[in-house]
Structure formats: C-alpha cells, structure tokens
C-alpha cells in the first residue's frame, strides 16, 4: 500500500495526466475567479537565483548560509516542510508532505530552536528562507506523528476534525476543476479551505513561521486549492503582518500545467494582490530545456535560438519560477547530476538568460530503476535520523545514498553570479550551427556559447562585445593579470574566436576583460 501510495503521488504532482482521454474541459461553473492582477516580485528583473536544499537539515542549511550561499550571492533557499509529519517504515521522502500537526518541534531536519537559528543565520549572510508549505490536505492514514502526536485521518488533535475536510472523493478528472479542487490527492484528507476557520489557522502557520524571519512559501500542490481561497490564507497573512509593520511574504505556488486542463497557471495570478503581497508560480512547461540537452528524439539546443515566453507559450518572466529539476520531476525523467556534463551545460543557458526567477536543485543521489529507490529519504541511519550534510568531491563521483550538492558545482556556482551580473540586459546576437551549438549576448556586457555537439566547434561567432582579450569565467575568469583557463579574443568587429570542445561552454563578460 505504500509503494502503490508513493507511485500515485508521483504521478500526480509530476505529470498533466494526459492519458485522461474524457470528457471536454468544463468552466468553472458557480466557482468564484481571483481576477489576474498582479505585481511583479522583481526576481526576475532583479537576476536572483535561489536554491533547494532539500531535506537538509536545519543546522546544515545554516553554515551553509554563511560559508556558500551568501558569499555565492544567492537570494534564498527553499527548506523542505517544517511542520510535523507522519512516520513511516522505510522513511520515503514523502512523508514530509503529509501533516500531523503545524507544530515545528521535531521534523525530519531538526528542532524548532534549530529552525529559528537556521533562519537568524541565514538572514544575517544575505539569504532569504523560502518554506515549502503543505497546506492544501493532511495525511493518508493514522499514526503518531514525528512530534509525538497521534492522530487519525479527518482527526487531528486541537487543528482540524472531520467537519473541517471535504467529503472523500479521489482525483481522477483533470478536466473538472471542482474534481481536482475538492476531491483528494492520492488519498490525502483534503481540507475545506473554504471554510473560514480552516483558513485562518493555516493562515496562523504560515504567520508564525514569518514572524520567526522566513521570508517566503512555496505553496505545494496550489492547483489543488481554489485560486479564491488560496487567496484567502494569503490576504490573511498578508493583511496581519502589515499590520504588526512587518512586510508581506513572497509567495509561489506549484501549479502544474502542461496546457489541456481544466485548472491553469492564469488562474493564479491574482494571488495575494488585493492584500498587497507578490507571487509567482512554478512554470513546468520550461522544463522543456532538458529535452533539447539530452537530445532526446529530434529535440537539439539550435531550438534554443527562437526561446522565449510567447514562442514557448510561457507565462510572464516576472510570474515565472523555473527549474531545470525539481524534487518531483527528478525521479522519474530530464537530466540530472548523473548526466553531469550535461547538467553544467543546460544551467549555463538557464542563468545565462533572463527570464524566470531560478531554482537550483540540490538534494541527494537515488536509485532511479525502482519505485523503492525513488522513494528513498536522504541519507540517514538504521532508524531515519538524517546524516549531517557531506557534500560529493564532483558530481561524476556522486554515489547513492550521498548529498550531491549540485549548488556547490564550480560552473553552477559561477552562473549564480553572472545571473545577478547580467541583470538588466537582454538576448542579442543569437547564434546556432543548426545543430547542438549555440550562442547569445547578453547586450554589450556578456556573451555565452554552448557545444552539445559530440565534435569540437569553432568560432568566429558574432557578439556585442568589445574587442579585448577576455578569460573565461566558466574556468575560473580571471587570475591577476592573466586568466586561470581559457583566454578568447574578441576582434574589432565584435567577432569571438572560440574553439569548444564536446560538451563544454564559454561564458564571458565584461568583467573578465583583459
């Protein structure tokens, strides 16, 4: 039962269903709309990048804080859920997706006291902490929790009773809204976040974790919850910490939406606007771009050339959070760290251009070829208590069971800062052979080049920069009055004399000028 759990949640947080073949998509018929005004969170505009650390430990998170992240120049981390959790045999990493209770004592990655110092600290390096936040249902089953609660389905203890969820019905009709809306995900008691007393007390946890310092929510499962009353709880929060003069959270929300349904990103837009907040959503549709890397059927990167949020059919690039993987899409397809090459390659072109606010995963290396694999929790002992974090020499040596710390990757880590570098311009002098090589400017500041070919290509390939002598800040930029790699020249014309070997790239700027 709990293999065949895990699989459905899967299924149902990382694909659009597109086998649901019945019937047409239906209005929203008598279900209120959130009207599509928003502003926007400037991240995008503003070159920010934020990592996922997940299933970190809350200590961890905070040297990392202080030793990588900050210096590194990255806005914010996503933490996995914070709140009480159901225990299960095996410890997946799911369980943390399923609430006891909001109590912040005892989850997966540490304490509450080691929470609130995670966030202190963090702050204090110049990051934000971004909590992932399960507010749409609670649990599968019955059990005690890991704070120690006990609990039953539709019954948990001084937060919520079988009044306070909707009447069990499953999820099976991705073109009825009200099905996907008010029915249950896989099993999950699916609260009625509608009623006006369920709102405020997940209004209350969402609060009390901004009070303690956290900056911002992912909203998982958000295409669950109707816009209005995920609007709701927002406007709550909102209007309660302006009034203790206290800012507003950023807010984004997963909504997965391949196009073909009935519950779209548009529909979320509008959240938090009229209480004065900003949100964005997770556009899954970007993900697109580990296709044209992998290569995958006729897909190659010179599709790239042509990218942007109309041609893609995107949202917005200040409504947009985009990722090359998440924790969900990572265990079933798309490149990851162990197409590691590969992986360097496709962040490159990610933070290499403007659009979207970025996400870098970094979790912790699995067995793909099984269900049990997938499921997997982080690295930990016989009994489920997570190890302290000890990051990979390299991604290529990443072994199962081991942290991968994608984030910490040389080329990863230099494109964080070229992001915020680049801020402000946008593509120029695109370029492609027609094949698996590309190449963009970013105005007269930057110029990137990408090689996916299994041969060395070479330039000149035309770019807005000045003519110089540059190093190339993917090996490392410059080094005192010479280059720690490669050295490329840039002619009169503003033509790059680059030679790139198979899978490889060059980044250069203006800062890395001779």
């Given at each position: 039962?709990?293999?065949?759990?895990?699989?459905?949640?899967?299924?149902?947080?990382?694909?659009?269903?597109?086998?649901?073949?019945?019937?047409?998509?239906?209005?929203?018929?008598?279900?209120?709309?959130?009207?599509?005004?928003?502003?926007?969170?400037?991240?995008?505009?503003?070159?920010?990048?934020?990592?996922?650390?997940?299933?970190?430990?809350?200590?961890?998170?905070?040297?990392?804080?202080?030793?990588?992240?900050?210096?590194?120049?990255?806005?914010?981390?996503?933490?996995?859920?914070?709140?009480?959790?159901?225990?299960?045999?095996?410890?997946?990493?799911?369980?943390?997706?399923?609430?006891?209770?909001?109590?912040?004592?005892?989850?997966?990655?540490?304490?509450?006291?080691?929470?609130?110092?995670?966030?202190?600290?963090?702050?204090?390096?110049?990051?934000?902490?971004?909590?992932?936040?399960?507010?749409?249902?609670?649990?599968?089953?019955?059990?005690?929790?890991?704070?120690?609660?006990v609990y039953t389905k539709y019954d948990y203890p001084g937060l919520f009773s079988n009044s306070d969820f909707h009447t069990p019905c499953s999820v099976s009709n991705?073109?009825?809204?009200?099905?996907?809306?008010?029915?249950?995900?896989?099993?999950?008691?699916?609260?009625?976040?509608?009623?006006?007393?369920?709102?405020?007390?997940?209004?209350?946890?969402?609060?009390?974790?901004?009070?303690?310092?956290?900056?911002?929510?992912?909203?998982?499962?958000?295409?669950?919850?109707?816009?209005v009353e995920l609007d709701g709880i927002i406007g709550r929060v909102n209007r309660t910490l302006t009034g203790e003069g206290r800012p507003t959270p950023y807010v984004f929300s997963e909504v997965i939406d391949y196009g073909g349904e009935a519950v779209r990103v548009q529909d979320y837009y509008g959240l938090g606007f009229s209480s004065g907040g900003a949100s964005d959503i997770t556009e899954f549709?970007?993900?697109?771009?580990?296709?044209?890397?992998?290569?995958?059927?006729?897909?190659k990167l010179a599709d790239l050339t042509t990218f942007s949020a109309s041609q893609w059919g995107l949202m917005p690039s200040d409504k947009a959070v985009v990722f090359i993987e998440n924790h969900d899409t990572q265990r079933s397809d798309g490149v990851s760290y162990r197409e590691a090459q590969v992986l360097r390659l496709a962040y490159v072109w990610m933070l290499g251009q403007p659009y979207g606010y970025p996400s870098v995963m970094s979790g912790y290396a699995f067995d793909r070829n099984s269900q049990l694999g997938r499921d997997a929790g982080p690295p930990s002992t016989g009994n489920g208590v997570t190890n302290p974090v000890s990051c990979a020499a390299t991604l290529e040596s990443v072994t199962v069971g081991q942290w991968v710390c994608e984030h910490r990757d040389p080329m990863i880590r230099r494109m964080i800062g070229f992001r915020r570098y680049a801020a402000g311009t946008d593509?120029?002098?695109?370029?492609?052979?027609?094949?698996?090589?590309?190449?963009?400017?970013?105005?007269?500041?930057?110029?990137?080049?990408?090689?996916?070919?299994?041969?060395?290509?070479?330039?000149?390939?035309?770019?807005?920069?000045?003519?110089?002598?540059y190093c190339d800040l993917l090996a490392g930029g410059k080094n005192g009055a010479g280059c720690a790699g490669a050295r490329v020249t840039v002619a009169a014309n503003g033509d790059v004399a680059v030679t790139l070997p198979s899978n490889s790239a060059v980044v250069l700027t203006l800062a890395t000028k001779l």
């Open positions: 039962m709990r293999r065949l759990v895990s699989g459905l949640l899967l299924t149902a947080c990382t694909s659009s269903n597109p086998e649901i073949s019945a019937p047409p998509i239906t209005a929203p018929v008598d279900r209120p709309t959130l009207a599509s005004a928003y502003r926007a969170s400037g991240h995008a505009a503003s070159g920010d990048v934020f990592v996922h650390l997940f299933e970190w430990p809350w200590n961890d998170i905070a040297v990392e804080c202080s030793t990588v992240l900050g210096p590194a120049g990255v806005r914010g981390v996503q933490v996995s859920p914070p709140q009480e959790h159901l225990l299960l045999t095996g410890a997946p990493w799911w369980q943390r997706y399923q609430p006891v209770s909001f109590k912040l004592d005892r989850s997966r990655s540490g304490t509450r006291a080691e929470f609130v110092s995670m966030v202190t600290q963090c702050k204090s390096a110049g990051v934000d902490i971004y909590v992932d936040a399960v507010i749409n249902h609670m649990t599968a089953g019955a059990g005690t929790g890991s704070a120690g609660t991705y073109q009825s809204a009200s099905n996907v809306q008010d029915c249950e995900l896989v099993g999950l008691a699916d609260l009625r976040t509608d009623v006006a007393t369920v709102q405020q007390k997940l209004a209350d946890y969402l609060v009390e974790l901004a009070r303690l310092g956290v900056s911002g929510f992912r909203i998982d499962a958000a295409k669950h919850i109707q816009p549709k970007f993900r697109g771009i580990s296709d044209k890397f992998l290569r995958t059927g006729t897909q593509i120029n002098r695109r370029w492609d052979n027609g094949g698996n090589a590309i190449a963009f400017s970013r105005g007269a500041l930057a110029f990137v080049a990408i090689n996916r070919e299994s041969q060395q290509v070479s330039g000149p390939i035309a770019s807005g920069l000045p003519a110089g002598d």
